[in-house]
């Protein structure tokens, strides 16, 4: 094509693929095959021995997958991509894949409940610490980091506090120490590159916004390719150390005749194969047929959010609206400064008549959709305290940015005017008790 990079829009449609070069198919055929015949013994040898690269199984790997793979890659601007069966499997693979008993991670505050749940007790009974700051000060993370730091973790667009992640800020300090940022991009595809800022990787709940259309469930690793693993072996002893469980292979080693990828390497080879989250292949179809739009799906949330957050703002019954473009100060400075053509689709709000009216309201909805999801093409609504965040206490709630009268809201791409009718409506008989 031509000598200069492909834009953001183009790569949506484009990336990771032309046509099948056996059947001419333009859309990515769904291998929805297990295995792949080898060659020969001497290939089947190859392959295992990481000799030869080609498919083996595809609980490892799979045609259709690396497509999606090469596809999120090029949008972030990574290396490398893995595809796992969920966002939870992503957020769980990209820590435990440089941290083990004994280590510790640090994490932002403003997480997805799921996420906080999964850091405060699962990683923990698996010996890994997460160590929880406010991400307000960068300079907590520094303060929160020891020896066995092996990782910082965050949300861009933090679902559902919505204050910007100060990236840059952390992955600086993070970079000075051998200790790599990754950065849940989940609510700012296509609004923010953090790979771009200096985050060393990034991960996805593609379920949401890239997906799209609330059919299939999928996540991603980015592998960034811009962290050097191996200039402090003793702080990333995972990716530097001899592999029992691949004839002693170092990885930062192994990965060298394929490129800066051996964070996303031992991911797929060691994590997935011993875990086994992989996407199904027809969920890899799904998830790329979302990508083909996402761009434009994007621009369309943001400005239908922004007009809610308005709406909300100059309404008698809202007493405070959770929105980029509602904020001010710092927070306003760093939305600004990382999300590029919107503020995303989440608008948050808070009623004077408190979680009653929130129940209300919730329930006088007609074209909302009540679910736990986000990013579809469908409006939806929830009551995060006592849903996506219930397994939380008060003070881990309120860390999160969860107050009991909070409503969340994920924009469709319904016409403007529609969403507001309804939002009028449900207001109306939310405050009049
Ligand atoms: N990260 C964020 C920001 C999310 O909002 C979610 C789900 O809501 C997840 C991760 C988990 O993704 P999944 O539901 O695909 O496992």
């Not at 505050?109 to 699962?122: D, I, S, V």
């Not at 990782?151 to 667009?157: K, M, S, V």
């Not at 808070?350 to 006088?364: K, Q, S």
Request: glycine content about 10%; charged content about 20%; aromatic content about 6%.
């Amino acid at each position: 094509m031509t000598a200069t990079p492909l834009r953001p829009e183009t790569l949506a449609v484009h990336a990771g693929w032309r046509a099948d070069p056996t059947t001419g198919s333009v859309a990515v055929p769904i291998h929805q095959t297990t295995s792949y015949q080898f060659r020969d013994a001497e290939h089947a040898a190859a392959l295992f021995a990481l000799q030869e690269s080609g498919n083996i199984y595809t609980r490892i790997m799979n045609p259709t997958t690396s497509v999606l793979e090469a596809r999120v890659a090029a949008l972030e601007g990574g290396v490398a991509a893995l595809a796992v069966a969920s966002g939870q499997a992503a957020s769980a693979l990209a820590l435990q894949n440089l941290a083990r008993a004994g280590d510790n991670v640090v994490s932002s505050t403003a997480l997805y409940g799921g996420t906080w749940n999964l850091f405060a007790n699962t990683l923990k009974d698996q010996g890994i610490e997460v160590r929880f700051v406010d991400p307000e000060d960068p300079e907590n993370f520094r303060k929160a980091t020891d020896s066995r730091t092996r990782a910082y973790y965050a949300e861009t667009l933090p679902n559902p506090k919505l204050e910007v992640f100060p990236i840059a800020e952390v992955a600086a300090i993070g970079r000075a120490i051998g200790v790599p940022l990754i950065v849940d991009n989940t609510a700012a595809p296509l609004l923010c590159r953090p790979l771009d800022h200096g985050a060393a990787a990034v991960v996805y709940s593609l379920t949401k916004y890239m997906g799209g259309h609330g059919t299939s469930i999928g996540g991603m690793i980015v592998d960034g390719g811009n962290f050097d693993w191996a200039a402090d072996p003793e702080r990333q002893p995972l990716l530097n150390s001899p592999d029992p469980s691949y004839h002693g292979a170092v990885w930062t080693e192994a990965a060298k005749a394929l490129g800066p990828v051996a964070y996303a390497l031992r991911a797929r080879v060691i994590l997935l194969r011993d875990l086994g989250p992989a996407l199904s292949p027809f969920n890899a179809f799904q998830l790329l047929q979302g990508i083909e739009t996402v761009a434009l799906r994007m621009e369309r949330h943001c400005q239908n959010a922004q007009r809610v957050a308005e709406r909300l703002a100059g309404h008698k019954a809202v007493t405070r609206v959770i929105h980029p473009s509602q904020q001010q100060g710092e927070a306003r400075a760093r939305a600004d400064r990382y999300l590029k053509g919107g503020y995303g689709g989440l608008v948050g709000f808070e009623l004077a008549g408190g979680v009653e009216a929130g129940r209300r309201f919730i329930d006088t909805l007609q074209l909302f959709y009540h679910v736990a999801n986000i990013g579809d093409a469908r409006s939806l609504a929830i009551h995060p305290a006592s849903t996506t965040h219930s397994q939380l206490n008060e003070a881990e709630q309120a860390a999160t940015g969860v107050t009991p009268g909070y409503v969340r809201l994920s924009i469709g791409l319904e016409h403007i005017d529609d969403i507001l009718a309804d939002l009028d409506q449900a207001l109306a008989a939310a405050s009049k008790g």
